[in-house]
């Protein structure tokens, strides 16, 4: 008891704090507490907002430089997005040519092809002959036709192991036994310098007229029969010459060729010993 | 030594461009013959030594591309390079005219060959058509591209020859 006596300082500290255990406990404390920390958290709430707006003037820079980095990188992924887009109609492009020329090829299933790319033009303006990515090691021999779905393109005019010439339609040096379908009659297909081509040696008996087809009619043996050629466009016919002709719209555009097929396994007929 | 190592090359590549870009650069149905254009440009240069090297390499080139018959591209580049060899010790003081004028005689030269090439192999083109649809969109597209062909190979052999006598 002496002792409680002598530390009374440390039991009525003991007490106040139990007494105010109790009192927080039982919520009597609430709104004592509520006044002191209000001005607390205000005041927190205050400083915490300046230094948001300090720290986010200090990082915000950072994130425009990330953000232009993240655009830049976003754009080069769109470039290569693009450059891909191209790729892939280019090579639909492709696919679509080859398809037409499969579909080509399994119309005349007695014949076999080998498909070839257009690697380069004639660089003189006075011959129409393109070269191909095909030779012969491909099994191209020298005077092969050569097709593409449309219609005749040409033929085989010299080859080397990896590649050949093609002499086409309109070459001023190539001439195709052709017949005009509807009218039932033969005729020469003759080509010239400015590419352009017409049936000659028609006879003037029958009645030529624009828009009839014309196809190989595998007179001589150069060419395979009923490969077409193209449609008349304009009829030349005077009273006072022997034949008649007309100029033809050739099948294919040769301004745009890319891919063609050449006929391996025609082989043709060599009628120099009979002229 | 530089000028022989890169005759070859440059003769290839200008030839692989003839044909996949060049030819398909027309007007009416004349094309331009930058290999021509190569030869005279480089002959035309008064420090060029092995400008025949030019001339052979681009007519085996150019008539392994072409099917003009008789070797017509040796024979039009080598009347060129001639015209140029005598021509260039009389007017040495005007390369730009010269290259100018050497390529509308080289346009006329090459079309009048191919022209005859084929007239002696019983191909007879149409001589009007020839000359309207031919030979002057040929001139045209040529005098077109001589003077930057000119322009890039003067400057090139210039360099070389530049470095070899720093050498």
Not at chain 1, 109 to 130: H, N, Q, R, W
Not at chain 1, 172 to 184: H, K, L, Q, T
Not at chain 2, 46 to 55: I, V
Not at chain 2, 146 to 166: F, H, M, R, T
């Amino acid at each position: 008891m002496k002792k409680i006596f002598e530390n009374w300082q440390r039991v009525v500290m003991i007490l106040l704090i139990a007494g105010m255990i109790l009192l927080a406990l039982s919520g009597f404390l609430t709104q004592m507490l509520g006044n002191v920390l209000d001005p607390v958290i205000s005041i927190q709430k205050w400083v915490a907002e300046r230094v948001k707006i300090v720290y986010e003037f200090f990082t915000i820079p950072r994130d425009v430089t990330q953000l232009r980095a993240e655009n830049q990188a976003l754009q080069d992924h769109v470039s290569l997005l693009q450059t891909q887009i191209i790729q892939l109609e280019q090579d639909l492009k492709e696919a679509d040519i080859l398809y037409s020329l499969l579909g080509f090829a399994r119309g005349r299933p007695e014949e076999t092809y080998v498909a070839a790319a257009v690697i380069g033009i004639d660089p003189s303006p006075f011959l129409k002959y393109v070269l191909i990515d095909k030779g012969s090691d491909d099994g191209i021999a020298f005077n092969m036709p050569v097709v593409t779905e449309k219609g005749l393109v040409g033929r085989i005019s010299a080859v080397t192991a990896s590649a050949s010439r093609v002499q086409l339609i309109t070459d001023i040096g190539s001439m195709v036994n052709a017949r005009v379908v509807e009218a039932d009659v033969d005729g020469v297909i003759q080509g010239s310098v400015t590419a352009d081509i017409s049936i000659e040696m028609v006879t003037q008996e029958v009645e030529l007229q624009a828009g009839q087809t014309v196809q190989t009619s595998g007179l001589g043996g150069s060419y395979p029969a009923d490969v077409t050629i193209g449609h008349i466009i304009n009829v030349n016919k005077l009273e006072n010459e022997l034949f008649q002709s007309a100029s033809i719209q050739p099948a294919e555009d040769f301004n745009t060729l890319q891919a063609v097929l050449v006929v391996a396994n025609f082989r043709p007929s060599n009628i120099s010993p009979l002229e | 030594m530089k000028e022989i190592l890169i005759t070859i090359p440059v003769m290839i590549f200008t030839g692989i461009f003839q044909a996949t870009l060049f030819s398909r650069i027309h007007i009416l149905n004349g094309t331009a013959d930058i290999i021509l254009l190569m030869i005279i440009a480089w002959s035309l240069h008064p420090h060029t030594k092995y400008s025949w090297l030019w001339l052979l390499s681009g007519s085996l080139i150019m008539t392994y591309l072409s099917a003009i018959p008789m070797y017509g591209y040796f024979i039009t580049y080598t009347i060129i390079w001639i015209l140029i060899q005598f021509l260039k010790s009389r007017f040495w003081q005007m390369p730009i005219i010269l290259m100018v004028f050497v390529t509308i005689i080289g346009s006329i030269v090459s079309a009048a060959v191919s022209y005859f090439v084929l007239f002696i192999n019983d191909i007879q083109p149409e001589l009007q058509t020839t000359l309207t649809q031919i030979m002057i969109p040929s001139l045209t597209l040529n005098l077109l591209f001589c003077i930057p062909v000119y322009g890039i190979l003067n400057d090139w052999a210039n360099s070389l020859y530049y470095k070899e006598a720093q050498l």
